[in-house]
């Protein structure tokens, strides 16, 4: 499948209860990494995709996909051509991803992450 989603993330205004909450109930093992305020989530299995848990950064509590893309520019550019707003312009994080958001007409948050392979969809 073409762009396959690839990662989750709950942003939320209190990020040290919503990680106690899906520990608690699903048994998620939780990577946090105290910088960022941000915590991996490994659910110890083969099936599903990863994903993290941190601060809204915008007081808003939400969950956001990523869509693994080749190219973010392009597809971001897409996005707001069929009338979707930038959020986070394409975003280079050192030695982990290139990633941006977007929001959809309707207001959905939804990532893009860029594939660590050239021209893999």
């Known amino acids: 499948m073409p762009n396959p989603v690839v990662h989750f993330e709950i942003q939320s ?22 910088a960022m305020g941000y915590a ?18 915008d007081g808003q509590t939400r969950a956001v996909f990523y869509i693994e893309v080749d190219d ?30 977007f929001a959809d007409p309707a207001g959905a948050i939804v990532g893009l992450v860029e594939s660590d392979v050239p021209g893999a969809e």
């Open 72 to 101: 973010a520019q392009a597809y971001l550019d897409k996005a707001v051509e069929a009338g979707g707003q930038v959020i986070v312009p394409v975003t280079a994080i050192p030695d982990a991803v290139t990633m941006a958001l």
């Open 40 to 57: 991996l989530v490994d659910t110890e299995t083969e099936s599903g995709i990863g994903g993290g848990i941190g601060e809204s950064q």
């Open 13 to 34: 205004t209190d990020a040290e209860k919503t990680r106690a909450f899906f520990q608690d109930v699903f048994g998620w093992q939780l990577n946090v990494i105290p």
